[in-house]
């Protein structure tokens, strides 16, 4: 099990703040074995500075990150596979050579190495490219090539920052199969993303950061249940006017009437509804991610 707990970290001021900027004000979440774990937040949330502090590329002021019940060390990290913000990658190097050169140092033998390179370069669709020098590769065929560097060595932990940004429809199903494998097998995985739709249908549980700290975290049907959903009401024919009073809104399309509200008396509504008109639908809709998120970063 991999903890985070109440990560701090100020980075400190330039000439355009002097004070600082105070990016983790105590994050704190923990990703089990098999676990797919969705970080979001908006832009600048904090969301790479964690990431980065989790893989020991930055030092949080205070807090600590533990695997497997021991405070995380150089060792623990080598076998977590990442893949940063920055990408980095040797341009003028071919890409099955490359996933293999970054398999051996991650300790894989040289057979191995291949096997793994392989693998990875037919399940990111990288088949037709695995001659050609990085450099000359779309940017979504670099960014199978990363990903395929930060998966190699089997990692016991994956942790990666925006690893479906920029990839096509086709290999961000591709990408979701491989890490849905490697959960299924056991590896926590931790990914950011602002395709929240992804993580919807992704993650077993999402985190959702604003301004440093971690505002909402738990599976999607426990952000869900703490939020009420919409009830909404479609009326054909209503007679003008039948919502008059109630709380939300209505939109008239055609000979519809559309009433989409929250927390209201659904009895009373549906009593006005049948009055006014014929009820063609009636139905409580759960709030979608994206309704959950904006509604947690408010
Ligand atoms: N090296 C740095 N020096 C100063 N400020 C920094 C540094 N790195 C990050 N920050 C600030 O810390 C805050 C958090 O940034 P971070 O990159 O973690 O956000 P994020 O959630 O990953 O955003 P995005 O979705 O845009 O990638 C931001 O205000 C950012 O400007």
């Known amino acids: 099990m991999l903890e985070i707990s109440d990560l701090r970290k100020r980075f400190a001021g330039g000439p355009e703040a002097p004070e600082g900027k105070v990016a983790l004000d105590g994050i704190s979440f923990t990703v089990r074995p098999g676990e797919m774990y969705g970080f979001v937040g908006a832009n600048g949330a904090g969301k790479t500075t964690t990431m980065r502090i989790v893989m020991g590329v930055l030092q949080a002021d205070s ?3 533990r695997w497997q019940g021991r405070p995380l060390g150089y ?3 080598k076998r977590f596979g990442y893949m940063p913000e920055e990408r980095g990658l040797y341009q003028k190097m071919k890409v099955a ?3 293999e050169y970054f398999g051996r140092l991650q300790g894989l033998g040289t057979g191995e190495a291949k096997k793994a390179a392989a693998d990875l370069i037919e399940r990111l669709g990288l088949g037709e490219r695995r001659n050609d020098a990085v450099q000359a590769l779309s940017l ?3 960014q199978r090539v990363q990903l395929a560097v930060a998966l190699v060595h089997d990692p ?4 990666l920052d925006e690893p479906f940004s920029g990839l096509d429809p086709i290999a961000v199903d591709a990408l979701a199969a491989v890490l849905q494998e490697r959960c299924r097998g056991g590896v926590p995985v931790i990914f950011s993303s602002h395709q929240l739709e992804l993580v919807e249908r992704l993650c077993d549980s999402v985190g959702i950061v604003s301004a440093g700290r971690m505002v909402a ?3 999607v049907s426990e952000l869900r249940a703490a939020e009420s959903g919409t009830l909404r009401v479609v009326v054909r024919d209503a007679t003008p006017g039948w919502a008059d009073g109630l709380p939300g809104t209505v939109t008239i399309e055609g000979d519809r009437h559309i ?5 209201a008396d659904d009895q009373e509504i549906l009593r006005r509804a049948m009055k006014a008109g014929h009820v063609e639908y009636f139905g409580a809709e759960q709030p979608s ?3 959950i998120f904006k509604e947690a970063v408010a």
């Open 217 to 219: 975290t738990g599976t």
């Open 97 to 99: 050579e490359q996933i």
């Open 63 to 65: 807090g600590e990150v």
């Open 289 to 291: 991610l994206t309704e």
């Open 75 to 77: 060792d623990d990290r």
């Open 156 to 159: 016991a932990v994956l942790v």
């Open 259 to 263: 009433l989409a509200t929250t927390g």
């Open 140 to 142: 979504g065929n670099q």
